[in-house]
């Protein structure tokens, strides 16, 4: 039976043992907010800025911390410049102040446990908590300027902008029906409010995760604009996330701003990682939707999702709770967060996801996440933090879809019937994947005085990843295998190291820039049971180094402001056993670059938008160095090492409105990219490029393009409620040899997203609407003559509800009892041909003290 599950192509070992090339063809098609609640309306004593003041509660300047892992001469004598550096900035004199003040609500009540961040535009960062008093304070804060951001359960997330020159007091207050806000970091690597930001960026935050209940880190992000998320049957399967029409490995994945993807993916990116990911101890998301490579470097072409951990300040407080459900599926957790003495905090989840019984009765999955962060300010100014994000999942792989002869008899992109055009996924009882993936970090950071800071971080990824099929075949389908099943193992270890170190310099009253240096090296390990080359066990590496730097600058008192940048990456690459004449090959270097603008309409409380820039992706190892054996022609090459990266150009404009008191925000934004380099596989040469004799392999050619509208609104339309709202149309095209510009597939034309959430007293109801148009998506004969055909996919409508409710049991004790629904009314859909999950039910308790 032909295959063309994923994880048997991507996650399987495509480049040690293919025994067809029919296997090579699926790689040429293609296939591989806030929850309510209120804002902060200052009542200042001090007219230049914002404050606190927790009594004896004392916060040291923070931001985040790295360590150094250096394996040759260049990097030595970086790190030596860099420590000598840091050990000099310790000698720098600089003044200080205290900002102090105290939070209430509405209707004067002092707010306990509300969480302040106060992060200076150039990097340091200081944490508060308010006591029982509604007090708080930062202490020893350098001169300079600062955004604040603070929040607390119940009520709408606040932020503001000021100078720090002399200490001042100024007083809070938060109210239950305003918009959100939020300070991100990832437009720009440098912190502003979100309504300064002169590019497209969403953020979803903890409280709305956890109001909706989701699962996973992808389902959570359902309904972002611009986004369209699709797993590929039950939890734990294939699931992609693709941003304004473009590949699924167009988007890069950070923690913390540092990139995660596994270099043994076929193209090098963070898709086979994505299944896994489970919103375990999470502060928020940050999307930047278009390009980002000029910051964040490889396959942030589409954009970027910035998974930022939770910070701990304060009185220590943990969660414990426990749900199950629908499909026997079942969730433990339990996390924590809190500061140690005056100097340190941490943070920590641990979920453990199981699902029991799949779409199919059969399809298992497993999945073990453990998160962690600890913080120590060294002085107020310096400060050391470490991320850990782990996970160990293992799950059950169906076969995949295929078409029938009707499908290849209704013209061009018939409609998708089951039944009639195709055949969904087969069940298979001895198929499976187990997959590892540990992220650590550790930076350091430094204000060094009112105008100068830098960060030194250093980051590990190291991915394993099992791929297995036994001889078993399910009773209910062995007419579909005449020859019997393939039993195969299939090993893929991929490592990632990253060394990113960034100076912000302040130049003038009007000027911020970053300059940066990024070295990262990358190896994959691949081997097959059984195998079918002489080559196998082999590890292959690549080495990148880049350079960057950004310049932001505020004009008219700020309501102008311009953002320019650019990076050049250098590649270096070694093969494991490749003929010397490959080996040798000089890879070529990538340059991209990067504007945008925003002006702000102050009257009106209007934001004009607009952002151009470049992006790119690195060739994986796989695309330099690929390799398989053929039934009838034998062993063959198919990597090149001499690809260029793809390129990318982007632009979009749009605006962002407040209205109603900033109880309503809304905006639209217009979006072109146009591919101009792509990497594909070329199913036959005339004449091999590398002159190896090749008939087949990696090539560069013109891309695709894509264009479209998002928009959103935000609104805060009565007391503790909250509304989200988005609507894309997308018009996404590939290039195909020979006919010219196709649709793209797996990409809707609508997409269509609401949700709302209510708090009344001890109750919290959220509801989501997710609406995904038609798409056309490929499905392939699983015989001779094998063809492709095309199918139309109906859209579905998918609606989630759940609600809670919470009782004190004691000053210290909380406890939530939850309950709800996926897929409420029991839409019936497949996506790709995979059938999706009918309504799945789940409800559950959970402890806070």
């Known amino acids: 039976m032909k295959r063309t599950e994923y994880w048997k192509r991507r996650c399987g070992s495509l480049g040690h043992g293919l025994s067809t090339a029919k296997r090579l063809s699926y790689k040429a098609q293609g296939w591989s907010g806030a929850t309510t609640l209120g804002s902060l309306e200052p009542k200042s004593r001090n007219p230049d800025g914002v404050a606190p003041n927790v009594n004896g509660l004392r916060i040291h300047g923070s931001r985040q911390a790295a360590t150094l892992g250096f394996g040759s001469k260049p990097l030595r004598g970086l790190s030596a410049m860099i420590l000598t550096l840091a050990l000099a900035a310790f000698t720098f004199a600089q003044s200080a102040s205290t900002i102090s003040g105290r939070i209430t609500d509405q209707h004067g009540a002092n707010v306990a446990g509300a969480e302040l961040q106060l992060r200076s535009r150039t990097g340091v960062r200081l944490f508060a908590v308010t006591n029982e008093d509604g007090a708080y304070s930062f202490r020893a804060v350098p001169t300079g300027d600062y955004v604040l951001e603070v929040s607390a359960k119940g009520f709408a997330t606040h932020t503001s902008r000021f100078h720090v020159a002399n200490p001042f007091t100024n007083d809070l207050v938060l109210s239950v029906e305003a918009v959100s806000e939020s300070v991100v970091v990832t437009a720009t690597g440098t912190a502003q409010r979100i309504d300064e930001t002169s ?96 910051i964040y470097g490889t396959n942030a072409i589409g954009g970027v999702i910035n998974l930022v951990p939770r910070i701990g300040t304060g009185r220590s407080h943990f969660e414990f709770g426990f749900d199950g459900g629908s499909l026997a599926l079942f969730r433990e957790r339990i996390r924590g967060a809190g500061g140690i003495g005056k100097r340190a905090g941490y943070s920590f989840g641990l979920t453990r996801l199981d699902v029991r019984r799949g779409v199919d009765g059969n399809d298992e999955y497993g999945n073990t996440v453990g998160v962690g962060r600890f913080q120590i300010n060294v002085t107020p100014t310096v400060m050391i933090s470490a991320n850990f994000y782990g996970t160990i999942a293992n799950g059950r792989i169906n076969d995949s879809p295929f078409a029938l ?26 198929e499976g994947r187990r997959n590892r993936v540990l992220v650590g970090s550790v930076r350091l950071s430094q204000q060094v005085n009112g105008k100068l800071s830098y960060s030194i971080a250093y980051q590990h990824v190291g991915n394993q990843r099992r791929n297995y099929n036994g001889p078993r075949i399910d009773p209910k389908f062995v007419q579909f295998y005449p020859f019997g099943d393939f039993a195969f193992a299939s090993f893929n270890n991929g490592k990632t190291d990253t060394l990113d170190a960034r100076a912000n310099l302040r130049l003038g009253a009007h000027n911020l820039a970053t300059a940066g240096f990024e070295y990262e090296g990358e190896s994959i390990f691949q081997s097959s049971i059984p195998s079918f080359s002489a080559v196998n066990n082999t590890t292959d590496r690549q080495r990148t180094f ?26 270096s690459i070694r093969a494991a056993d490749r003929p010397g004449s490959l080996g040798a090959i000089k890879a070529e270097k990538s340059l991209t670059g990067d504007g945008s603008v925003a002006y702000f309409i102050r009257s009106s409380a209007t934001k004009l938008r607009a952002h151009v820039g470049n992006g790119f992706r690195a060739p994986s190892l796989f695309e330099r160095f690929g390799q398989g054996t053929f039934s009838s022609l034998g062993f063959r090459r198919f990597g090149d090492p001499t690809l260029r990266a793809e390129q990318s150009v982007s632009f979009d404009f749009g605006f962002d409105q407040r209205i109603a008191k900033d109880r309503a925000r809304f905006g639209a934004t217009y979006f072109y990219t146009h591919l101009q380099r792509v990497i594909a596989f070329n199913n036959f040469f005339g004449v091999d490029p590398l002159g190896l004799g090749r008939f087949s392999g990696y090539e560069n050619r013109p891309g695709s393009f894509a264009r479209g509208l998002e928009t959103y609104l935000d609104a805060a339309p009565w007391r503790n409620g909250a509304l989200h709202a988005s609507y894309t149309y997308t018009n996404s095209d590939r290039l195909v040899t ?26 919290l109801a959220s509801f989501d609407l997710n609406h995904t148009g038609a798409y056309i998506a490929p499905v392939f004969e699983n015989d001779f003559p094998f063809r492709t055909a095309e199918l139309t996919f109906p859209g579905y409508t998918k609606a989630d509800f759940f609600g809670s409710y919470e009782h004190r049991l004691s000053e210290q004790l909380v406890i939530t009892f939850f309950g709800g629904a996926d897929n409420l009314f029991n839409a019936k859909y497949f996506e790709n041909g995979f059938r999706a999950p009918g309504i799945v039910g789940r409800g559950g308790i959970s402890f806070r003290f």
């Open 546 to 571: 880049a350079v960057f730097g950004q310049d932001q600058i505020f004009l008219l008192d700020d309501r102008l402001q311009i953002s320019v940048g650019a990076r050049g990456q250098y590649f």
């Open 199 to 294: 590019k497209a960026v969403s953020v979803l935050d903890d409280q709305s995760i956890e109001a909706r209940r989701e699962l996973t880190l992808a389902e959570s992000l359902r309904g972002t604009p611009g986004i369209r998320i699709q797993q590929q049957g039950s939890i734990g399967a294939l699931t992609t996330v693709r941003l304004r029409g473009l590949r699924n490995f167009d988007t890069a994945i950070l923690l913390d701003g540092l990139r995660v993807r596994d270099a043994s993916d076929i193209n090098g990116s963070a898709v086979v990682v994505i299944p896994d990911l489970l919103p375990a101890d999470l502060d928020r998301v940050e999307v930047l939707r278009g390009s980002g490579s000029s």
């Open 738 to 763: 020979g006919r010219g510009l196709q649709p793209e597939y797996v990409i809707p034309r609508h997409l269509f997203g609401i949700n709302l959430t209510q708090r009344f007293r001890s109750f």
């Open 405 to 430: 002869p009707a499908a290849f008899s209704g013209g061009a992109y018939p409609a998708a019937i089951e039944g009639t055009t195709f055949h969904s996924d087969i069940n298979n009882p001895d």
